[in-house]
């Protein structure tokens, strides 16, 4: 028989750390509370969630590695937004946080959510954050239970 392991959608005892960038509050502080919701509907108690802002998204590298590296948390949820119509150095941005959440990945062995939206206009962020096309940060909460209960069973 084949084996087959897969994370459960529970919170468990896991313990998560969310790092969330304030630049573009006004959407990120939506992503925030949609990963906070999903991770409390699936079980998470006060104690098991762990929040830490950071200025922006290129900060987020940071944080989430000192947090992954401190052996508290199974998994690291990273928010943040960034916005194309705001910055000349958009590309730069998103390179620098996708590519530091990937190295953290790597590097620590620790789930590290990327949740951080790239998009060209103010109103695709705002589909994004709990209108039209859901919420980026509940969806990376789902992915974060999921990575920390498949991680306990691997
Ligand atoms: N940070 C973001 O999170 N989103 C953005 O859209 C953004 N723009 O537009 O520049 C942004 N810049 C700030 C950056 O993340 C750093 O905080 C800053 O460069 C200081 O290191």
Redesign the pocket.
């Known amino acids: 028989m084949i084996k087959e392991i897969k994370g459960q959608l529970t919170a468990g005892k896991a313990r998560y750390a969310i790092v969330i ?1 304030r ?2 509050e006004f959407i990120t502080s939506k992503l925030l509370g949609g990963a906070i919701d999903c991770l409390q509907r699936h079980g998470a108690s006060d104690e098991q969630i762990t929040v830490v802002w950071v ?5 987020i590298t940071v944080a989430a590695r000192k947090l992954a590296q401190s052996g508290t948390y199974q998994a690291v949820i990273c928010l ?4 194309r119509g ?2 000349g ?2 590309d730069a ?1 998103c390179q620098q946080v996708s590519r530091g959440i990937g190295q953290v990945n790597y590097e620590t062995g620790v789930p590290t959510i990327f949740g951080v939206l790239t998009c060209d206009t103010i109103e695709q962020a705002v589909e994004r954050a709990g209108t039209k096309l859901g919420n980026a940060g509940a969806n990376a909460a789902i992915s974060a239970m999921e990575m920390a209960n498949l991680m306990e069973q691997i």
């Open positions: 960038s630049f573009n200025p922006g998204s290129i900060e943040g937004a960034v916005i705001q910055t150095h958009y941005v």
